[in-house]
């Protein structure tokens, strides 16, 4: 089936280390968002990708970095995770920006 | 610019009971608008949408109608399960802001046997 994963689903990291989640989709879409959702909160954009076009979020720390090598995979680079930064992030991806969005089961990053 | 406001939570009903949960938006243009539906340790999953004015999403039993003159687009069900206990996010996209999501806080349903 075509999809979009994310792993690993569990990352423990410590503070300051530097973490990588990864993305990728099997549904050749041009755009690939990475989202941040805190506990008991609404998903909040971090930033996306159209094709290799990138677009961060005005309010996205300079401690979230992004790469997409190739149209299937994305990945989140967070260069110095802090306490603040335990969260389950989000992958989703989408035709064109202005069609539905499909998520990832997400990755839940706990710091320690 | 763009706000999604949902009824707080949780929502806690019995089985077969009537679920409404309610959702208003502010946008500039003419949005798209959707719900999805996040269970424990999940992502989110696209429940329905809706278009434009007067449109009609559903899926699974639930229904939501997109009204412009009150800027709603309140998410019903008519009789409940227990696999339907989740969190259901309200949002909406924005042509004029990009298109990009705009998410509201968020509505825990909690349904008992």
């Known amino acids: 089936d075509a999809m979009v994963i994310q792993n690993p689903r569990y990352q423990v990291t410590q503070f300051g280390k530097p973490v990588t989640l990864s993305c990728s989709q099997t549904l050749n879409h041009n755009v690939m968002y990475w989202y941040q959702q805190k506990s008991s909160q609404a998903p909040k954009l971090l930033f996306h990708y159209y094709d290799k076009d990138f677009n961060n979020e005005a309010d996205t720390p300079d401690n979230f970095q992004s790469r997409r090598p190739n149209t299937s995979f994305c990945f989140l680079d967070i260069r110095s995770p802090g306490l603040g930064d335990a969260a389950m992030y989000l992958c989703?991806?989408?035709?064109?920006?202005?069609?539905?969005?499909?998520f990832g089961p997400g990755t839940r990053l706990t710091v320690t | 610019g763009d706000s999604v406001t949902q009824m707080e939570g949780p929502v806690t009903l019995s089985e077969e009971a009537f679920l409404t949960i309610n959702c208003t938006y502010t946008a500039t243009g003419y949005p798209s608008l959707f719900w999805y539906v996040q269970y424990p340790g999940e992502g989110l999953q696209l429940l329905l949408k809706?278009?434009?004015?007067?449109d009609k999403g559903s899926n699974k039993g639930f229904e939501a109608t997109y009204r412009k003159e009150t800027t709603s687009f309140h998410l019903e069900k008519g009789s409940v399960q227990v696999s339907d206990s989740a969190v259901y996010f309200c949002a909406l996209s924005d042509r004029d802001a990009g298109n990009m999501l705009t998410f509201g806080g968020g509505t825990r349903l909690m349904v008992k046997p």
């Open positions: 989703a991806t989408s035709r064109n920006t202005d069609y539905e969005q499909y």
């Open positions: 809706a278009t434009k004015a007067d």
